[in-house]
């Protein structure tokens, strides 16, 4: 029984028209017939003919059905088989917010980018280290990952407090991610950076995806993924539960190892590691599920929200499936 708000940008062009030259935008004519209108019903009324929401769990038609899954587009499968259908089936996503802001995300591929070019050539970007590195010339490598760490957050953004608080918040984790590199050092070479590559897993898909790192010795490969947020603890790894670490060790030959690497405020350390036979066995249990669920989509099974807290509480998809509606209708039904 409120109004409701007008946009920003009407409300924008309300503003101006009433401060700058004193009118009102608000049709007199429709507010004097609202209180006459044949349609208009008390609330009550109104709300007593709305069916509560049910739970979505639609099906995907075979023609939208992706061919292509990468480790997040197969993460959104476990979390919410709804979130799935509207995001990768309907290829649905949210307007895009204009900001000069710096967000934590655009951090995120900043620290990326800085560690790619560190180790590797990039264009556009000073030459990397290419030295090994150890004790003795730690505090060369030190200064110039600093340099690249201050040219890669000025470029192509505007100097500002905001970007200058987001370097220093990097460069106080610099130090600590060269002494990680040189005990790295002892048992690992960097063998490629940023690697994107792909693996078929049925005749029905393939899965792909970006590596930050391989890193190489005798015995095989250790993917490394950086992480300047809250990475997947161990055990949802183990339990199927997050599956960017086993998805990536499918997409290269000879993996027997893959790690998350916490990287921010100070600290850089290993947060999550898999390996050897526990590997294996992880990624051939979570390629398992992937294709049968790939095979249960041709064979158009259902696609329900799951209502998890977790999920939902980061997902752009809630407007459609009104997870609060049908789980108000479930509570009462129970």
Not at 24 to 52: G, W
Not at 165 to 193: K, M, P
Not at 270 to 297: G, P
Request: hydrophobic share 35%.
């Amino acid at each position: 029984g409120e109004w409701l708000a007008a946009s920003p940008w009407v409300q924008s062009i309300q503003n101006i028209a009433e401060q700058g030259f004193n009118l009102r935008l608000h049709n007199q004519e429709l507010l004097a017939l609202i209180p006459h209108s044949t349609v208009t019903r008390h609330q009550a009324e109104l709300l007593a003919k709305i069916e509560t929401s049910h739970r979505p769990d639609p099906q995907l038609l075979a023609a939208l059905i992706p061919h292509d899954y990468s480790a997040s587009r197969h993460q959104r499968l476990i979390d919410c088989p709804y979130r799935f259908f509207a995001a990768d089936g309907l290829q649905l996503k949210t307007l895009e917010q204009i900001t000069t802001e710096l967000m934590k995300s655009d951090y995120g591929e900043k620290v990326h980018l800085i560690l790619q070019a560190f180790h590797q050539t990039v264009e556009g970007l000073p030459e990397p280290f290419t030295e090994r590195l150890t004790d003795t010339n730690r505090e060369q490598a030190l200064q110039h990952l600093n340099r690249l760490s201050e040219k890669v957050f000025m470029q192509h953004t505007e100097d500002s407090i905001q970007q200058r608080a987001w370097l220093q918040r990097w460069l106080s984790t610099t130090e600590s991610y060269i002494d990680w590199q040189i005990q790295r050092n002892a048992n690992w070479t960097i063998h490629r950076t940023e690697l994107k590559t792909e693996a078929r897993i049925s005749d029905r898909a393939r899965i792909n995806g970006r590596l930050d790192r391989v890193d190489q010795n005798n015995d095989g490969y250790s993917i490394v993924d950086y992480k300047t947020g809250s990475p997947a603890s161990r055990e949802t790894a183990l339990s199927g539960e997050d599956i960017q670490l086993t998805s990536y060790a499918a997409l290269h030959q000879q993996v027997n190892q893959v790690i998350y690497l916490k990287l921010d405020q100070g600290t850089t350390r290993t947060a999550t590691c898999l390996e050897e036979e526990e590997l294996e066995s992880c990624t051939q249990q979570t390629m398992q599920r992937l294709s049968e669920l790939i095979d249960a989509l041709h064979q158009s099974s259902p696609l329900p929200a799951w209502g998890d807290s977790n999920t939902c509480l980061y997902c752009d998809m809630s407007g459609l499936c009104r997870r609060q509606m049908w789980r108000q209708n479930t509570q009462t039904t129970d």
